[in-house]
């Protein structure tokens, strides 16, 4: 099992940038595929970004592509998702998923894909 920890959010004013990270611990494999959705009050949790088990592919949503960058530091068992040019509308709870892979090339851009969870951190931008 996977354990995730999130960390990053905060309160930021449009325009600003945030950096958040998820820490895997446990049974990890460098060669794991990587999630971030958000879910915002009253709305379904979205897909934002994702990276394969390879490192090599990513995919980002429409709505932020171009403004969030996806990351991974191998020797800190650490993944990044970069947020800047932030809008009121980024405002949610982002939550960090993970599924060990095999060095596939593949990213998984549903939520039913992956098992294992962060606890979510809320991230918060004004107007």
């Known amino acids: 099992q996977v354990q995730l920890v999130e960390s990053g959010g905060g309160l930021v004013q449009a325009g600003g940038s945030l950096r958040l990270s998820c820490a895997a611990s446990?049974?990890?494999?460098?060669?794991?595929?990587m999630g971030w959705f958000r879910q915002a009050p009253g709305k379904e949790r979205e897909f934002v970004a994702a990276v394969s088990g390879s490192g090599d592919t990513t995919e980002y949503a429409d709505s932020v592509k171009g403004r969030f960058t996806i990351s991974r530091d191998n020797a800190k068992n650490t993944d990044y998702l970069r947020m800047v040019s932030l809008k009121p509308e980024d405002t949610a709870v982002y939550y960090c998923?993970?599924?060990?892979?095999?060095?596939?090339?593949?990213?998984?851009?549903?939520?039913?894909?992956?098992?294992?969870w962060g606890q979510g951190t809320q991230v918060t931008v004004s107007s």
């Open positions: 998923a993970a599924r060990n892979t095999y060095y596939s090339s593949t990213v998984y851009r549903t939520a039913n894909d992956y098992p294992n």
């Open positions: 446990g049974r990890t494999f460098r060669s794991r595929a």
